[in-house]
């Protein structure tokens, strides 16, 4: 039996070539709107992180905003066996080959100065969480993966 501590096993095939995906669960900063919060993310954040996330080799990076509206949709979903909704305000999901990459981009001063600092614009950094895993795809563009 593993340890708790032991590293998570690898994906079925080699690592080689393997995607790693980090996904930001995030919260809003308090006293902002669904709205405010996408704007901020969509008009602000985003266009301003996008290009460095290139020059450091990020592959995708894709945001989820769940509003009061999507989170009623999941009415129609719920099920016997999936009956607990997430209250996270946002996903947001940057895929990468190697976390070096993204951590070389946490280091630019460009990050440093103007993008490390607007976090706390629109999030709420104490309740945001983060994890990490492999990628693996079964669908893609409506056609199975083999």
Same mark, same amino acid.
């Given at each position: 039996m593993a340890n708790k501590h032991d590293l998570p096993a690898p994906p079925i095939k080699s690592t080689e070539g393997q995607l790693l995906c980090l996904t930001?669960?995030?919260y809003r900063r308090p006293g902002?709107?669904?709205d405010d919060y996408r704007r901020h993310m969509t008009q602000v954040s985003g266009p301003m992180t996008k290009e460095l996330m290139?020059?450091?080799g990020i592959i995708g990076w $894709?945001? #989820?905003h769940n509003t009061t509206?999507? $989170?009623n #949709?999941?009415?129609q979903l719920f099920n016997e066996h999936m009956i607990n909704l997430a209250d996270f305000d946002c996903f947001s999901q940057v895929t990468f080959k190697s976390i070096d990459g993204?951590?070389?981009m946490r280091e630019d001063a460009l990050?440093?100065?103007q993008i490390s600092g607007d976090h706390i614009n629109f999030a709420d950094t104490q309740r945001s969480m983060m994890t990490i895993g492999w990628v693996t795809d079964v669908i893609e563009n409506g056609k199975l993966v083999e």
């Open positions: 930001i669960c995030g902002m709107s669904e290139v020059k450091y $894709r945001m #989820l509206e999507t $989170r #949709l999941m009415r993204y951590k070389r990050y440093k100065k």
